[in-house]
């Protein structure tokens, strides 16, 4: 039972920096770079941009922190494939919706 407690925890604090970059990049006052290693695009309206951006990751670590739980089911319970495929199809989510949307809106 203290393996399911320590991974949810850590599973938790990789959220919550999720959660951190969110909020960081609402208050940025330069355009926020989505990709790593990928120069930071010219947008139109940077506030706009950065807090679409920012109500993105905002999403995105809720989401991950509510599919996170089936890890306090145990160790050979089922629910860890929700969580693994959970923040599979999320991240491609996440991905879609910058390149499609917000990308696409503000970038000149």
């Given amino acids: ?6 991974g949810f ?3 938790c604090i990789i959220g919550i920096l999720f959660l951190g970059l969110s909020i960081s ?8 770079g989505f990709w790593a290693n990928v120069k930071r695009p010219e947008v139109s ?3 706009k941009y950065n807090h679409a ?3 993105l990751l905002f999403v995105f670590s809720i ?3 509510i599919l996170g ?7 050979n319970s089922a629910w860890i494939i929700l969580s693994i495929l959970g923040v599979m199809a999320e991240s491609i989510a996440a ?5 499609l949307v917000i990308e696409k809106k503000y970038k000149l």
């Fill in 45 to 47: 309206d940077v506030k």
């Fill in 25 to 32: 990049a609402w208050f940025s006052k330069k355009p926020v």
């Fill in 95 to 99: 991905m879609a919706v910058y390149s």
């Fill in 9 to 11: 925890a850590i599973w």
């Fill in 63 to 65: 989401v991950y922190l």
């Fill in 69 to 75: 739980i089936p890890l306090l089911a145990g160790q």
């Fill in 53 to 55: 951006l920012s109500k």
């Fill in 1 to 6: 039972m203290e393996g399911n407690i320590i």
